[in-house]
Nanobody
């Protein structure tokens, strides 16, 4: 059975940093394209970034600079470093995995992946 479990979310003040983790099991992690997505209250899910098995990354333009995606194939874990957090970063953050195709350039139902985690809440206060 496949599990993707996000952690590292919480309540932080604007300007702070967080490192989200996504621990996986049940998949050959190194064979999968991994990605981070988020859904803010009242908004559609949106992509942040993806990273493939060769560590090639793709970022949504608006996410470049403050978000850094990385992976550890030994630990089968995906990471997202978020720096200089803003109140508009408040959202549930999800990790996703797909063996063949995963794009961060999506919104709502068009954000498609084979596997999704349950999400971790990030709340940023001013």
């Amino acid at each position: 059975q496949v599990h993707l479990r996000e952690s590292g979310g919480g309540s932080v003040q604007a300007g702070g940093s967080l490192r989200l983790s996504c621990a996986t099991s049940g998949i050959i992690f190194s064979n999968y394209i991994m990605g981070w997505f988020r859904q803010a209250p009242g908004k559609e899910r949106e992509g942040i970034a993806t990273i493939d098995s060769s560590d090639t990354t793709s970022y949504v333009e608006s996410m470049k600079g403050r978000f850094t995606i990385s992976r550890d194939n030994i630990k089968s874990t995906l990471y997202l470093q978020i720096d200089n957090l803003k109140t508009e970063d408040t959202a549930i953050y999800y990790c996703a995995a797909d063996q063949f195709r995963l794009s961060p350039y999506c919104s709502g139902i068009w954000c498609s992946a084979t596997y999704w985690g349950q999400g971790t809440q990030v709340t940023v206060s001013s």
